[in-house]
Nanobody, 124 residues
């Protein structure tokens, strides 16, 4: 069974940075797209970013474009989300996912497996 393990969340001040990591021990995900999603209290899950399997094309939600960067290291079966210039509205539980495809329709992307999530809180 595929298990995803996220790390790197925490409390950060507005304007600060965090780097999230997600790994899949024992699973080779070279042929899958990967993504990050978030869900804030009382809100629907939102697609944040994804990276394709074929050419590492990346897509970002409008609210994080220019501030967040997704990357992957297939040798380590790890995907990262570098988050800079964080805002209070970025506060949410962030989850990674193994996806069947990647594209502009981030929120609705079909996924094979989802992580449990890591809390990111942006507050002074």
């Amino acid at each position: 069974q595929l298990r995803l393990v996220e790390s790197g969340g925490g409390l950060v001040q507005p304007g600060g940075s965090l780097r999230l990591s997600c790994s899949a021990p024992g699973f080779t995900w070279d042929d899958y797209s990967l993504g990050w999603f978030r869900q804030a209290p009382g809100k629907e899950r939102e697609g944040v970013s994804c990276i394709s399997s074929s050419d590492n094309s990346t897509y970002y939600g409008d609210s994080v474009k220019g501030r967040f960067t997704i990357s992957r290291d297939n040798a380590k079966s790890t995907v990262y989300l570098q988050m800079n210039s964080l805002k209070s509205e970025d506060t949410a539980v962030y989850s990674c996912a193994v996806l069947y495809r990647c594209g502009y329709d981030l929120t609705g992307l079909p996924g094979r497996s989802w992580g449990q999530g890591t809390q990111v809180t942006v507050s002074s």
